[in-house]
């Protein structure tokens, strides 16, 4: 069974600093991921996805991430951390099927903390 | 556009209590998903509903969990009676589905049970 793996549990970044949160999954099968935001007593918004095509995604806020099919990971990065992405970020995937596609699978979150 | 609406936004009950949630998907959305949320976790799906027909409901605890979505729009979820350990957020989310891979999902903002 599909699972994802968000090796971070925190991350601390200064503001302006470069941040990158990592995202591995289990299966080599092909997929489809995609990176949720959570804020504080929010719902999750979609900040981006991979479904197919260039691997390297440009999402909303100025996150990116790219797809790396053979060390299964999608790694989420921003250039430049401002405090208002203080937030949970969540890694999710999916596999595919011939008509459809797998359940969703989320990854147990990355707390990132932007420090004045 | 109203986003995903949940109701609740609060529920505290006693054990062995039922407890009902109600969610109203965004307006043509054709896919309802039902998460439970523990503290410092992802999502975990509980079921999956395309229109009217739950497509997914493998995680679903029977037993003790029952979902409806009368009419393919709003969705109901059901827990009789509550335990302990049902003590979560409880998201809803809708998507439309375009056909080729999973839709952006739209989150509600939750529903946070307390089971004493």
């Known amino acids: 069974a599909q699972s994802v793996t968000q090796l971070d549990s925190q991350v601390p970044v200064f503001e302006e600093a470069p941040v990158e949160l990592r995202c591995n999954y289990s299966?080599?099968?092909?997929?489809?991921l995609f990176w949720y935001v959570q804020y504080p007593n929010q719902g999750l918004q979609l900040l981006l996805k991979?479904?197919?095509?260039?691997?390297l995604v440009k999402g909303i806020n100025g996150f990116e991430a790219e797809f790396n099919k053979s060390q299964t990971s999608f790694h989420l990065r921003k250039p430049s951390v401002h405090i208002s992405d203080t937030a949970e970020y969540f890694c999710?995937?999916?596999?595919?099927?011939?008509?459809?596609?797998?359940?969703?699978?989320f990854g147990p979150g990355t707390s990132l903390s932007v420090i004045p | 556009e109203a986003g995903v609406v949940q109701s609740p936004r609060y529920k505290i009950i006693e054990k062995k209590q039922p407890v009902a949630f109600w969610c109203n998907p965004i307006?043509?959305?054709?896919?309802l998903y039902w998460y439970l949320q523990n503290l410092g976790q992802g999502p975990e799906l509980l079921i999956r509903?395309?229109?009217?027909?739950?497509?997914?409901d493998s995680q679903l605890p029977k037993d003790r969990f029952s979902a409806e979505r009368l009419k393919g729009v709003d969705s109901t979820l059901k827990i009789q009676p509550a335990e302990l350990g049902d003590s979560a957020v409880y998201l809803c989310a809708s998507s439309l589905d375009p056909g080729g891979g999973p839709g952006e999902q739209f989150f509600g903002p939750g529903t946070r049970l307390t089971v004493l």
């Open positions: 991979y479904l197919s095509g260039s691997t």
């Open positions: 509903y395309e229109n009217e027909e739950a497509v997914d």
């Open positions: 299966s080599s099968v092909s997929v489809y």
């Open positions: 307006s043509g959305h054709n896919t």
């Open positions: 999710a995937v999916s596999d595919r099927g011939k008509t459809s596609y797998d359940k969703v699978i």
